[in-house]
């Protein structure tokens, strides 16, 4: 892609228009305008330049910011999930125990009722169900992250 050149012909007409002076086409002010086109734009070459190398930093920056920034959700998100299991899991014990001590309980006693045995059977499993339940939701949640 070449050079843009100034239109002569176009400067010549403002220069005449602005200052009165009629320019010639051979005129020397001609050759300053090309040593300014020149600097120009090598000037503008090395701005570019500069602005590339800055925007390239910028993107390492960036992306380097978005791996730390997910390495610190993911160890957010773990140790999270495993206070929550851990949570799960004694709360799941010490329910398991008072179940127990409840039964042991009802066990000392002696009672002879066979639908009272039925329910507390049938609430040790539902407790049992719900706690297995709490700790697979537990998992799940550990496994995602």
Do not use: W
């Amino acid at each position: 892609m070449g050079e843009p050149h100034l239109d002569g012909e176009a400067l010549i007409a403002e220069v005449a228009k602005r200052h009165k002076i009629l320019l010639d086409p051979d005129d020397p002010a001609f050759a300053l305008i090309t040593i300014n086109e020149i600097v120009l734009s090598r000037a503008i070459a090395i701005v570019e330049a500069k602005l590339e190398a800055m925007a390239q930093r910028l993107a390492q920056i960036s992306e380097k910011q978005a791996g730390t920034a997910k390495a610190i959700g993911e160890a957010i998100i773990t140790a999270g999930a495993a206070y929550v299991a851990e949570r799960l899991k004694d709360a799941g014990a010490d329910l398991i125990e008072k179940v127990g001590t409840s039964a042991g309980l009802d066990q000392g006693k002696q009672q002879s009722s066979s639908r009272r045995s039925g329910r507390t059977i049938l609430s040790f499993g539902t407790i049992t169900a719900a706690f297995a339940a709490g700790l697979l939701a537990a998992s799940l949640c550990y496994l995602a992250v």
